[in-house]
């Protein structure tokens, strides 16, 4: 069985500083892992993946995500964040040689003016 | 189209309506996935086609629910005899297929059942 769990709900950040939100999986074989975010009333819009190579993974709109085995984590990261970055992200795990997706609950991000 | 397409966007059925709900994937795409996402969770994976094969249908809720691909592009979910717990939100992904790329969904049909 595949599963991801996203552990805050809700994080909060000025504008400027660094971001975080984290994500810890857990899958039989190796993992293919995925950032998603959702705009209010928007579908999920692909941010980067991870399949196989370095554990640092960048994506659109300056995010990157760090891939960890040994603590089984895929937390997503931002240097400087921008007031139009707060929108809900999703984490997701696919097991090698499985095509569906499991998605964590989600984390909505604000970023403080 | 350049992405996935859903319609409709918004439905209303009353309880006991059946409703279908489309999706048009990207042109190209050999994977297609519906999710139900109900307000304030995740997605749910409900089922996945391989062009017009359906090779995983183990998320469908129940018997009333049933997803086609007659021609390995266009898909429908179709919910019959609806009811209040299935008020969710829609989800139609599709993908190349080729194992390691990802899905890009649509924008989703919201279901409200009153």
């Known amino acids: 069985a595949q599963s991801v769990a996203q552990p805050e709900d809700q994080v909060n950040v000025a504008e400027g500083n660094p971001l975080t939100v984290k994500c810890t999986y857990s899958?039989?074989?190796?993992?293919?892992l995925f950032w998603y975010v959702q705009y209010p009333n928007r579908g999920l819009q692909f941010l980067l993946k991870?399949?196989?190579?370095?554990?640092l993974v960048k994506g659109s709109y300056g995010f990157e995500a760090e891939f960890n085995k040994s603590q089984t984590s895929f937390h997503l990261k931002k240097p400087s964040a921008l007031v139009s970055d707060s929108a809900l992200y999703f984490c997701a795990v696919r097991d090698f040689g499985n095509e569906k997706l499991t998605f964590g609950t989600g984390t909505r991000l604000t970023i403080i003016p | 189209g350049a992405g996935v397409s859903q319609s409709p966007r918004y439905k209303v059925a009353k309880r006991g309506q059946d409703v279908a709900l489309r999706c048009d994937p990207i042109?190209?795409?050999?994977?297609l996935f519906w999710y139900q996402q109900a307000l304030g969770q995740g997605p749910e994976f409900l089922t996945y086609?391989?062009?017009?094969?359906?090779?995983?249908k183990s998320g469908l809720p129940s018997d009333r629910f049933f997803a086609e691909r007659p021609e390995g592009s266009v898909s429908t979910l179709k919910i019959q005899r609806t009811q209040q717990e299935d008020s969710a939100v829609y989800l139609c992904?599709?993908?190349?297929?080729?194992?390691?790329?990802?899905?890009?969904f649509g924008q989703g049909t919201r279901l409200t059942v009153v």
């Open positions: 992904a599709s993908s190349l297929g080729k194992g390691n790329t990802e899905a890009f």
């Open positions: 086609f391989q062009n017009e094969a359906q090779l995983d």
């Open positions: 899958v039989s074989g190796n993992p293919y």
């Open positions: 991870y399949i196989t190579g370095d554990n």
């Open positions: 042109s190209g795409h050999v994977s």
